[in-house]
């Protein structure tokens, strides 16, 4: 009787249904694996398998057996991500903002892929897409791809950049023109992700949105402002940008309450230097100040007051007091 022409595939077969069908709560049993690779048009016999078995071992699949009711059941026991990994990258794309909701669900589909169906479907349960605050470019995914490709090949890069109005719609900045810039680095701040990079035309170091990139293009010219982020330590560098502002970062004392002392280290890190004073503490840290600092610091209702530079004390109060007129305005006006 000839051989299927699917017979030379068979191993190959073997090895989709162990990963696809098996798991340590889901093994199969020989005549349950004859019957799937039969499905491939594959005919296989119970000696020829054991063979298979001990090939796909010398591989590297780790095949297993154990007793499914009176019969010996087979499985894969060790994959390359253990499913507590796939549950923590299905939740980091369905929390990333910069991702849109149709490329979140095919990646997740695609990291589904890598376990049992069995195991798939623990992951399906646990994933919440579809009311997550996304971003709407599309072509975000392929902008991050180019901004790589280009640090990876010391280029620089050229893209427009914009932002929305109350339609949704696209506005972009000096009316279209092309930004031209040296990309360093991409980074995490306050669920987005930014692109630290190297503006040619302001000649400083600045920070944009990825997700409002638009016409990524990789020049090929070589990048600029080596010398300006020559020894930066990027990790230190986030910890002292609020919100991604730019600007220099200037040393700033802060006295706490004990109870913030969990988000002062959260934010600034475990090197911090903590003074004592009864019921408080001071710190100094190094921080580019913008209005999402003034934000930060108010945000703990009195608890964390800035005691020096006075200047930067003065803006905190400067800004504490617009937002009081604006609303003792609306108060006003309702009235």
């Not at 093994?27 to 594959?42: C, H, K, N």
């Not at 897409?129 to 090949?153: C, P, Q, W």
């Not at 930066?232 to 002392?261: T, W």
Request: glycine share 4%; hydrophobic share 35%.
């Amino acid at each position: 009787m000839p051989k299927s022409p699917n017979q030379k595939l068979k191993i190959l077969y073997l090895a989709k249904i162990f990963a696809e069908r098996t798991d340590v709560e889901h093994p199969m049993t020989m005549p349950e694996i004859i019957r799937a690779l039969d499905a491939y048009g594959v005919e296989a016999e119970r000696k020829s398998l054991y063979d298979d078995f001990s090939a796909l071992r010398r591989y590297g699949f780790s095949v297993e057996s154990c007793q499914s009711g009176k019969a010996t059941g087979y499985y894969l026991e060790e994959r390359q991500f253990e499913l507590p990994e796939l549950k923590l990258l299905v939740d980091a794309v369905a929390s990333s903002k910069f991702i849109t909701r149709k490329k979140s669900e095919d990646l997740i589909a695609k990291i589904a892929s890598l376990t049992s169906v069995h195991e798939a479907r623990q992951l399906s349960r646990q994933v919440y897409v579809a009311n997550r605050g996304k971003t709407m470019n599309e072509k975000v995914y392929y902008a991050v791809d180019s901004v790589h490709r280009a640090i990876l090949e010391d280029s620089s890069i050229t893209f427009r950049y914009y932002d929305w109005n109350v339609k949704k719609e696209k506005v972009f900045r000096h009316d279209g023109a092309l930004y031209t810039v040296s990309p360093y680095a991409l980074t995490w701040d306050d669920e987005k992700y930014y692109l630290i990079a190297y503006d040619h035309n302001a000649q400083r170091v600045r920070h944009y949105r990825v997700d409002k990139l638009d016409s990524v293009k990789v020049t090929g010219k070589t990048r600029e402002g080596k010398r300006e982020l020559e020894g930066v330590d990027m990790a230190i560098y986030e910890k002292r940008c609020f919100g991604m502002f730019s600007g220099e970062p200037q040393l700033v004392s802060l006295l706490c309450d004990h109870s913030v002392i969990g988000a002062m280290i959260d934010r600034f890190g475990e090197d911090i230097t903590i003074i004592e004073r009864k019921d408080q503490f001071e710190i100094h840290v190094e921080v580019v100040t913008s209005p999402v600092f003034y934000s930060f610091v108010m945000s703990f209702g009195g608890r964390v007051r800035i005691l020096a530079p006075l200047e930067v004390r003065s803006e905190i109060e400067k800004t504490a007091e617009k937002i009081l007129t604006v609303h003792q305005s609306i108060d006003e006006q309702e009235r």
